[in-house]
């Protein structure tokens, strides 16, 4: 329901004051422009893939170090000029981090959703003996879905998940257009407009609330009795659950009202815990002052490689450190939101048959009473399991993606 990526942070810096620093990104020195025909020399890459570059030179822009247009050379002229070859290493060098940002992205969104399908399943089976805290247990699991009811098992609600991220991000952006509150935190803050901006992120998750509920009863409702419902079927029954009507359920549904509280906890604290961590391993992986002879002397990849894997890790390490941070928060959150809404789950434990939801909770408190009496401490972790393989298989991808990225940068130096 929020975006891996924390809005406002690009991974360098605060939006709107990290980029004129000198040395920014490690590969390139600070400009200043004093024209628009020096502002023109720039293009913008698209921002929302991790790794690549947000600005570049474009392909009419003389490279590093060579005179101005209208200069005339110094020296006599020694042979064909490599600009060619200058601007297709460039090319490649955006290539390739364009890559690496996609990749980074599919594990996050497609090869992870079977992972977050089974944690959620174990999140809410309140009956299971098996709490599968380990990726062993996990991936039998996993196998054992597959086997009986197909991959589509496996990646069940994904389209839902995109549904409700575009929810939250078009809800900010017109929250933020018709009120006060800033949507990106500048540079030099200050209390209040750190308080403004949580309070703009807390009415967005209000907002897209009802429809995180539709999305997260199609990842945890069985294959075995679902329907064939449409990619729109989140929309209908968001706006259903807002207003009351047309969706099925039982006196035990807990109101829109008693799910705010944790709804918006949750996502303000996983946002807070993403910006700090990413914030504080960007300065870890950055504490190098730039040095321009260091710079000079550094091979061309391993150049490419500082400017485009610290945010990746920054963002996988921002993301590892919420998720594992309020897990048992989001075990609550879960069971409250699936109660009295009809679903039926498939049995984590044996890995075929079905299980109803009966809860009965009375709210957050009664939640999280109930499961440290019932079901003990670690009964906020069923399905933790699913995690780490998620987060190992990430940094698998994002390890196999380097030496890719690495191969080809030196293919083309």
């Not at 929302?48 to 474009?58: E, K, M, V, Y």
């Amino acid at each position: 329901m929020h975006p891996r990526r924390p809005d406002g942070f690009d991974g360098l810096g605060y939006r709107g004051g990290a980029r004129d620093e000198p040395g920014f990104g490690g590969a390139f020195p600070a400009r200043s422009f004093r024209s628009a025909s020096d502002l023109s020399r720039w293009v913008t890459s698209p921002p929302d893939i991790p790794g690549s570059r947000n600005l570049h030179w474009a392909e009419g822009s003389p490279p590093r170090g060579a005179p101005a247009p209208g200069t005339p050379p110094e020296g006599p002229a020694e042979g064909p000029c490599p600009g060619g070859a200058a601007r297709s290493g460039e090319q490649l060098n955006r290539f390739a981090g364009f890559g690496i940002g996609l990749a980074s992205l599919f594990t996050e969104n497609v090869l992870a959703h079977p992972c977050i399908v089974l944690r959620r399943q174990c999140q809410v089976n309140y009956h299971a003996r098996h709490y599968h805290l380990t990726p062993f247990t996990v991936i039998n699991i996993m196998y054992s879905f597959n086997k009986t009811q197909g991959p589509r098992a496996l990646w069940k609600g994904m389209g839902s998940t995109f549904i409700v991220q575009g929810i939250t991000l078009g809800a900010e952006g017109i929250i933020s257009e018709f009120t006060p509150l800033p949507r990106e935190i500048s540079h030099k803050w200050n209390p209040k407009q750190i308080g403004e901006h949580l309070l703009l992120k807390s009415l967005t998750y209000i907002v897209a609330m009802p429809f995180y509920s539709a999305s997260l009863i199609e990842t945890v409702q069985s294959e075995i009795i679902r329907d064939g419902a449409g990619i729109l079927e989140c929309v209908k029954e968001g706006i259903g659950r807002a207003i009351g009507l047309g969706v099925p359920h039982s006196k035990r549904l807990l109101p829109l009202l008693s799910l705010v509280f944790p709804t918006v906890l949750h996502g303000v604290l996983h946002y807070v815990i993403s910006s700090v961590v990413q914030k504080l391993v960007l300065l870890v992986l950055k504490r190098k002052p730039y040095d321009g002879h260091l710079a000079e002397s550094a091979s061309p990849v391993q150049s490419m490689l500082d400017a485009y894997f610290p945010e990746l890790i920054a963002n996988f390490a921002a993301s590892l450190c919420s998720d594992v941070t309020l897990y048992p928060l989001e075990t609550v959150l879960h069971r409250l939101h699936v109660q009295g809404t009809r679903t039926i789950i498939d049995n984590t434990d044996l890995g075929y048959e079905v299980l109803p939801i009966n809860t009965q909770y009375e709210g957050m408190r009664d939640c999280v009473r109930t499961i440290r009496q019932e079901e003990g401490l670690l009964g906020f972790y069923k399905g933790f399991g699913a995690v780490v393989t998620q987060y190992t298989l990430h940094a698998a991808v994002l390890q196999i993606t380097k030496i890719i990225y690495s191969t080809l940068l030196q293919s083309g130096v």
